[in-house]
């Protein structure tokens, strides 16, 4: 069984910095995609950023420049360092990611349960 363990949300004022985590526990074999997600009150949840392990990264046009996800497959734990934080970055991220668990043949789609982040002066 795996779970994703998101962190590192919280309140901070515009041009403000934060760094979210997602850390695999279980019987994570192999990571093969990581994606953040946010959802921002009354929208629907909207691609951020992913990451393919080993491979490209990709970002929505409203982060790019601004946020960076990165990986640290050694703790199985992939981050999106935010910075120059706007009000319309408001909302609850999430964690998913396509995992390979140990044993399996097949790999499945994990979601964590959000951090909600706030950009308000």
């Known amino acids: 069984q795996v779970q994703l363990v998101e962190s590192g949300g919280g309140s901070v004022q515009p041009g403000g910095s934060l760094r979210l985590s997602c850390a695999a526990t279980?019987?994570?074999?192999?990571?093969?995609?990581t994606a953040w997600y946010q959802q921002a009150p009354g929208k629907q949840r909207a691609l951020v950023a992913a990451i393919t392990t080993g491979g490209p990264t990709n970002y929505a046009d409203s982060v790019k420049g601004r946020f960076t996800i990165s990986g640290d497959y050694a703790k199985n734990t992939v981050y999106l360092q935010m910075n120059s934080l706007k009000p319309e970055d408001t909302a609850v991220y999430y964690c998913n990611a396509v995992i390979k668990d140990v044993g399996s043949n097949a790999p499945t789609s994990y979601w964590g349960r959000g951090t909600q982040v706030l950009v308000s002066s």
């Open positions: 279980g019987s994570v074999a192999t990571i093969l995609f």
